[in-house]
């Protein structure tokens, strides 16, 4: 069982910077994969980043490479989001996740935080 616990979001201008984290519980933490999900009102949960569990390895949406960025500790088992250069269409609650095989896909995670909102005004 994974318990995850973000923590982070909040108000703030275009442009600014937040930093999100997302606490696991699991003691198998250092050999998941942990993904970064975003859900805005009315869309779909998407993809925002991914991480294996070396860190060697880290995967990016189109809309957010370059901005963000996901990185990980494991002896903390916690994973981070820094995002920067934050823009309005980055309003979304956002979710990590933990998988243990690499995905981009929502369906195929079993285990979910229950999300930070990030608002971001313009």
């Known amino acids: 069982q994974v318990q995850l616990v973000e923590s982070g979001g909040g108000l703030v201008q275009a442009g600014d910077s937040l930093r999100l984290s997302c606490a696991a519980s699991a003691r198998t933490f250092s050999s998941l994969y942990m993904g970064w999900f975003r859900q805005a009102p009315g869309k779909e949960r998407e993809f925002v980043a991914g991480i294996t569990w070396s860190g060697a390895r880290t995967d990016y949406a189109d809309s957010v490479k370059g901005r963000f960025t996901i990185s990980r500790n494991n002896a903390k088992n916690t994973v981070y989001l820094q995002m920067n250069s934050l823009k309005p269409e980055d309003t979304a609650v956002y979710y990590c996740?933990?998988?243990?095989?690499?995905?981009?896909?929502?369906?195929?995670?079993?285990?979910w935080g229950q999300g930070t909102q990030v608002t971001v005004s313009s």
């Open positions: 996740a933990a998988d243990p095989f690499i995905s981009f896909k929502t369906r195929d995670y079993d285990y």
